[in-house]
C-alpha cells in the first residue's frame, strides 16, 4: 500500500468511528435534557440503547415528567416500555391527573396501562363525567301492564377498580335489572308513570357500582312507554287452554256414554235371543205334551185365548191403537 494513502485512510476510519460514536452515545439527547434539567448521563442512554430501549423516548418522558413536578425515574419508564406498556399514555395521565387533582401514582398508573385500559382516558373520564344511554328494558306492572323503559346512566372512572373492575356492560345489566325489579313491585302501571323518578332513586340506592370500575353518579329516566297488556293475554292463553282441556275431558265423556249405550244394546240383543230361543221351545214342548196325553185340544184352545186377550189387551194399552172387531168378539 501507498504511505501516502495512510493519512487519508485515518481521517476516513476517524469520521466513520466519530459517527459510529454520535449513534450509540446520543449527545444531543444527553444536552437537551441537561438543559430541562434531567440528570441522565451518557452511559445510561447507551445501555438503553443496547437493551433495545428508545433512549428517545425514555429522555422526552423524564423531560416531560420533570417540568410536570412528577418524581419518576428512568428506571421506571425503562422498566414499563419493556413490559410493554404506552409510556407517553402513563404520562400524559399523571400529569391530568396531577393537575385535576386525583390521586394516581405511577405503580398504578402502569398497572391500568397493562391491563389493557386506557388509563389517559380513564383519568379525563374522572374529570369529565359520561352518560351512558341503555337500551329499552321491558317490565311488567302487577296489574299486567308492560311498561318499556330507558334511562340515561351518567357515570365517572373509579381509579382505584380500574384494575380488576367490572365494565359498562355490567351497569348496564345492573340498571336494567333494577328498573325490571322496580316497575315489576308496583301496584299499577300509573304509579310509574306518574313518578318516573321512582325508578331512579330505588335504582340509584342500591349501590350498583360496587365492583366496576365506574362510578355512578346518576340515573336519569329518559323515556316511558306503554307496552303490551300481558296479563289480559296470559288470561286469555289460560282461558283457551282451559277450554281446550275441557273439551277433551267432554269428548272422553262422550266416547265413554257412546260405548256403554253400544254394550247395552248387545246385552239387550242378547237377551232378546234368549227369549226368542225360549219361545221357539214352547210349540216343541206342547207337541210332545199332546203325543204324551198331558195336554188335550181343550187346553190348546184355552190357552190361544189367553193370548188373544193378553195381544189385545196390549194393543189397548199402545197409545193410538184400537182393538180390532175380530178382538172384540
Known amino acids: 500500500m501507498d504511505p501516502s494513502f495512510t493519512p487519508i485512510l485515518i481521517i476516513v476510519g476517524a469520521i466513520v468511528a466519530f459517527f459510529i460514536l454520535l449513534y450509540l452515545l446520543p449527545v444531543n439527547l444527553w444536552f437537551t435534557a441537561q438543559l430541562s434539567g434531567v440528570r441522565i448521563n451518557l452511559l445510561n442512554l447507551l445501555l438503553m440503547r443496547l437493551r433495545k430501549v428508545p433512549p428517545a423516548l425514555v429522555t422526552n418522558a ?45 405503580k398504578l398508573a402502569t398497572a391500568i396501562d397493562l391491563a389493557g385500559r386506557d388509563v389517559f ?32 346512566v ?44 321512582r325508578i331512579s332513586k330505588t335504582v340509584l340506592s342500591k349501590g350498583l357500582d360496587s365492583g366496576t370500575a365506574f362510578e355512578i353518579l346518576s340515573i336519569d329516566i329518559a323515556d316511558v312507554n306503554i307496552g303490551e297488556n300481558v296479563g289480559a293475554k296470559l288470561q286469555e292463553d289460560q282461558a283457551e287452554a282451559d277450554l281446550k282441556v275441557a273439551n277433551a275431558r267432554a269428548e272422553e265423556r262422550r266416547a265413554m256414554a257412546v260405548a256403554q249405550e253400544q254394550e247395552m244394546r248387545a246385552k239387550a240383543q242378547e237377551a232378546r235371543a234368549k227369549v226368542i230361543e225360549a219361545e221357539a221351545q ?7 205334551a199332546f203325543r204324551n196325553g198331558n195336554l188335550g185340544v181343550m187346553d190348546y184352545y184355552r190357552m190361544q185365548n189367553i193370548q188373544a186377550d193378553t195381544d189385545m189387551r196390549g194393543s189397548i194399552a199402545k197409545p193410538g191403537s184400537s182393538p180390532s172387531k175380530g178382538d172384540k168378539n
Not at 131 to 144: F, Q, W
Open 62 to 106: 423524564m423531560i416531560t415528567s420533570t417540568k410536570a413536578g412528577l418524581n419518576i425515574t428512568s428506571n421506571d419508564i425503562e422498566t414499563h416500555f419493556l413490559a410493554g406498556g404506552n409510556v407517553n399514555n402513563v404520562i400524559k395521565a399523571l400529569i391530568s391527573a396531577d393537575k385535576a387533582n386525583i390521586p394516581l401514582d405511577f
Open 121 to 152: 382516558d380513564a383519568v379525563q373520564l374522572s374529570v369529565n363525567p359520561r352518560v351512558i344511554n341503555t337500551p329499552p328494558v321491558a317490565a311488567v306492572a302487577k296489574d299486567g301492564i308492560q311498561l318499556i323503559a330507558s334511562a340515561r
Open 154 to 197: 351518567t357515570v365517572r372512572a373509579n381509579i382505584n377498580q380500574l384494575v380488576g373492575g367490572a365494565g359498562e356492560e355490567t351497569i348496564l345489566a345492573r340498571v336494567g335489572e333494577g328498573i325490571v325489579s322496580t316497575i315489576g313491585s308496583s301496584a299499577n302501571h300509573k304509579e310509574v308513570l306518574e313518578s318516573p323518578d
Open 282 to 288: 214352547v210349540p216343541l214342548a206342547m207337541a210332545e
